[in-house]
């Protein structure tokens, strides 16, 4: 993929609620090119799998953006991505 298609894809991620260019970079980093392509994933292997990739920790709030985003493109109305703070809260507290 070269510069220019990076860029159509980028901007094209950022039209989702919460998603800023960061983001949208870690969307692109795990494959995803549009916002559809989130419809039907799963926030926290999204999650997990980005830590795995870059070999590091990021802040739980990223899995919250990540379902905030996913609810969107499953055809829910746009909530800001704090609104999944409690439900990423359970979540982690069901982990191994």
């Given at each position: ?49 980005l ?19 996913v ?26």
């Open positions: 993929m070269n510069s220019a298609e990076e860029q159509v894809i980028l901007r094209s991620l950022q039209k989702l609620p919460n998603i800023g260019p960061a983001c949208a970079r870690d969307l692109l980093l795990l494959g995803y090119h549009s916002p559809e392509s989130l419809a039907g994933q799963e926030p926290r292997e999204m999650y997990e799998r830590c795995a990739l870059t070999e590091k920790r990021h802040d739980p709030c990223v899995l919250d953006t990540f379902m905030s985003a609810s969107f493109a499953n055809g829910n109305p746009a909530q800001p991505w704090w609104h999944f703070t409690p439900e990423r809260k359970r979540l982690m507290s069901e982990q191994p």
